[in-house]
Structures are given as C-alpha cells and as structure tokens.
C-alpha cells in the first residue's frame, strides 16, 4: 500500500511537472480560423454577398456611435464574412464562434436555446454548461467589468446579497451570482449569465475561465470570441495564466475574394507570437535563397478612454497612386472622450472611412480608373459598394498605401484587397459582364462620427497579411504573407 502511495505521488509530481513545462514554454500555440463562407451549404451570387456584408459593416460602424448605450457588444456580420474559431468549455463538446478584436467577451448559445427572428441566419452552434461550470459571484471584477464597471455593491444588491454581507465584502460565493447581462446590436441582442469552466485549446486547458452563458437572443445565433483590450477577452485571461500566451497575438487571414474554394485551408490564428525583430525570414526550405524576405511594419496602440476595448491606431493618410491624401485630424488621434482613431477590427469586413476623406480618396481613384472605364452605376446599389466600372480590357489600377503613424510605418495593399471584379448578370435577367468596384466604404460625416470611432480597418483589407496585436509593447504590426500555405509552414517549423 505505501508502495502505492509512493508512485501515485511521484507519479502526480511529473504529471505536475510536465503541465508547468508546457505553460512556461515560450512556443506559440497555433490555431486554426475557419471562414463561413468554407462551410456555407447555400451559394450566393457575388452581387448578393457584397450587398449583405456592406449593409453589416455599416450597421456595425454606425452602432459604435449609438450614444444610448453605454456598452455594447460590436456586431457580428452575415455569413460569408466571418472567421471562426472552434474552442469548448468544461466538458461540453466544440463549438465555433466568430473571432471579434473588437470585442473583449466570450459568449456561447447555451441549450436550451431561443432565437427570435433567426429563420435567415445560420444555425447556431449550441453547448451546455458542464457540471464543473461555477456562477460567477456578484462581486467579482469580471461581473463589474460584463456590466460597463458597475460598481460590486450594486450588483450585489440586485443578487439579494445581505447589506451586512455587501459592506463588507462577503458576497464572493454561488449564493450571490453576479446578475444577467444585457447586450444590444445593430440589429440584434442577448441576455446572457457569466460561468466559469476549463477553456479547452489543445494542447492546453485554461482553469477559471470567465464566459457568457446565453439563452435568449435575438436574430444573433452565433456567439463570440472576443480579443480585444477588456479584461474577459481571451488574450487577457491567458495573459494571466500564461503571459507568453496573452501578450501576443497574431493572425493571417486567406485571401478570398468571396470564392469559398479559397477557404478550404485554414487561416492560421497564432498565440503567443512575439515578433520582435525588424526582419524575419520564412519559408518551407532551408535554403536561404528560396525563403521569402518579411518586414514587419508597426504602428503604435492608442488609449481609448470610452473604449478601451478597441485596438486603435493612428492614420496620417491614404496614397492614391502618387497622390498622398492626408488623413482628418480625428483619424490621427482619439480626443479625451474617446473620439476618433482608426480600430483595426477583425469583425467588420469592409474598411469604413468618414465621408469627406473618403469621398477625396473616391475622387482621386474615379479621376485614374473612370476616364478608361465606364461608371456600372446599376451595380452599385446592388453591391453596397462605390464606385464600379464595367471592364472591357485590362484595368490599371492605382496603388493603395495606408500611412499609419511611426517611421515608415506604410501599408500598401494588395489590389485585390481594395479591387474586387466579378461578372454581372450571372442571374440571366441581363447581360453578363465583368464588373470592379472599390472595396472601401463611406461611413458618414465627420459630425455624425463625434465621440465615436472615426475609422475601421475591416478584415477584407487585412487579407494577405499577419497582422500581429503586441501587447506587451502596445503595438500592431502587418507583413505581407502567403497565408493559404503559411499554415503548413508553421506547423512543419
């Protein structure tokens, strides 16, 4: 029996040991992101897909300045313009949720489940809550923090916690949860309840990870992964119980023009990637000679006092061709009440700029593209997106350059991240022909955008790089990758 004894207890010292080695290592963990549109059973026209995903990157942008809310959820978008990430709680089976930086909450449709107003949307990826899962008390942080910093003494006295128990600070058990939470959307909402579980993402398993268990929603079937800056963000909770994995984070979203066949391969989402030198070399040979050259160009985080959720850069101007517009002041900077800036978002897919730049930005790609090609003003409102042009030959297009602020800290966009041609007509009711329309969007006036974010950089003109959140040194860097191969890559080095 002491025999016994003696091997299960060494025999829990290097199960221990081994544990604690896989958290302290500093190797990333590598994931893969999924895009709807991979496992989408309905076909859309490109016509179609256009015109769903602008109309949500619209509602999206515009719902960060609804001044009636002092905290809501950003929105998710329509399927085909979404990346997932499949993770589990407890001992509940996958479930995938949409990857949202602009977003710091973890949140699952929970059996038994409602969804008003869901017949068009996707079905929703359901879990129960495990035997393991735990309420979360009403005095914890995490409560104050899923209820725009309400202070603990309130929401305690909304659970029934005993006055004499509030005063001194004794509310911190299940008797005392913390109260449902209520999110609203552009055209959406939840009531949720915060648990915590085991956060499953092999090889690892996260103890005491906080999430939002929700059973009634309406028209939003699919919950979130948020990433953002907020303390119940995924990064911020991994930070604290493996700092190499929650300081850094990074992504490479696949390339694909709306064609779900370049989806197939996943889009490596990697944690815990600390890119600290200027220039990096990749590639599957060792021959030097075949490895491709990258150079990480990085832009400082800026503080957003209204939402510090956000991911906040700084614009200085967008070059057209050899023109170099110069980006409003609000996009420069985010002003005390936390106006302005550019959020770069995983979650809207189309970039969203204020109109008068915007329409400066039109205007000088419309005087390049639109002398050679003529206006396809019947696509436009059909598509959401402005200005098309029907082409008849080959298309010069001009170059498009994001200048963000630091030492040449300049972003040139791929053409097909800005360029989109497809055929019109592929409906029978006219006659086909080859269609472009320029990816960037107005998202309304300067006035209209006060206090409020004054820019998105969308997921669709992120196609193509590894766009790299460091935490630690408050910054966000791209490189231009082949990120349909970049998977393999990574997981051969």
Not at 423 to 444: A, F, S, T, Y
Request: proline share 6%; glycine share 8%.
């Amino acid at each position: 029996m002491k025999t016994c004894c003696i091997f299960f207890l060494y025999l829990a010292i290097i199960l221990q040991h081994c544990f604690y080695f896989s958290v302290s290592s500093s190797s990333p963990l590598l994931l893969p992101l999924s895009h709807s549109l991979s496992t989408s059973k309905h076909s859309s026209s490109p016509l179609h897909l256009l015109k769903s995903s602008s109309s949500r990157s619209s509602e999206r942008f515009r719902r960060h300045h609804q001044k009636r809310q002092q905290h809501q959820l950003p929105l998710p978008l329509s399927s085909g313009s979404d990346y997932l990430l499949s993770l589990s709680v407890g001992s509940s089976s996958s479930v995938s949720l949409y990857l949202d930086t602009g977003s710091d909450l973890v949140w699952f449709p929970c059996r038994p489940f409602t969804c008003i107003l869901c017949e068009s949307k996707p079905p929703p990826s359901l879990t129960s809550l495990s035997s393991s899962a735990t309420t979360v008390p009403c005095s914890s942080p995490s409560c104050s923090a899923a209820h725009s910093s309400l202070p603990s003494s309130d929401l305690c006295a909304i659970s029934n916690c005993p006055l004499d128990l509030i005063e001194t600070g004794e509310c911190n058990n299940s008797s005392y949860p913390c109260p449902s939470f209520y999110y609203a959307y552009g055209d959406g909402s939840l009531v949720a309840r915060l648990y915590s579980d085991s956060l499953s993402l092999p090889p690892l398993s996260v103890a005491n990870f906080t999430f939002g268990c929700a059973h009634t929603t309406l028209a939003e079937p699919i919950g979130v992964a948020g990433f953002g800056r907020g303390r119940l963000s995924i990064p911020a909770q991994l930070a604290s119980f493996a700092p190499h994995l929650g300081n850094s984070f990074s992504y490479c979203l696949v390339s694909h023009s709306f064609d779900s066949e370049r989806v197939r391969r996943p889009s490596p989402l990697i944690l815990g990637r600390f890119v600290e030198e200027k220039e990096k070399r990749v590639g599957a040979d060792d021959d030097d000679d075949h490895k491709e050259k990258v150079e990480f160009v990085y832009t400082e985080l800026l503080d957003n006092p209204k939402h510090p959720y956000f991911y906040s850069v700084s614009l200085q101007g967008i070059s057209v061709g050899k023109r170099n517009i110069p980006a409003p002041a609000m996009l420069r900077r985010v002003d005390r009440n936390g106006g302005g800036g550019v959020v770069v978002d995983s979650g809207t897919t189309f970039t969203m700029l204020p109109a008068k730049f915007y329409n400066s930005v039109v205007e000088e790609f419309d005087s390049r593209v639109g002398r050679v090609h003529e206006r396809a003003d019947r696509v436009e409102p059909s598509s959401g997106m402005s200005p098309c042009y029907y082409l008849n030959q080959t298309v010069r297009v001009p170059a498009l350059v994001l200048h963000f602020a630091g030492n040449g800290s300049s972003v040139t966009l791929p053409r097909r991240n800005y360029f989109y041609e497809f055929m019109d007509g592929e409906d029978g009711k006219q006659e086909k022909r080859k269609v472009g329309c320029l990816m960037l969007m107005n998202g309304g006036d300067e006035s209209e955008l006060r206090g409020g974010t004054g820019a998105i950089l969308g997921n669709y003109q992120q196609q193509g790089f590894e766009v790299v959140y460091d935490l630690l040194n408050r910054r966000v860097g791209f490189a231009k990758r082949k990120c349909a191969s970049y998977w393999d890559t990574l997981n051969q080095s």
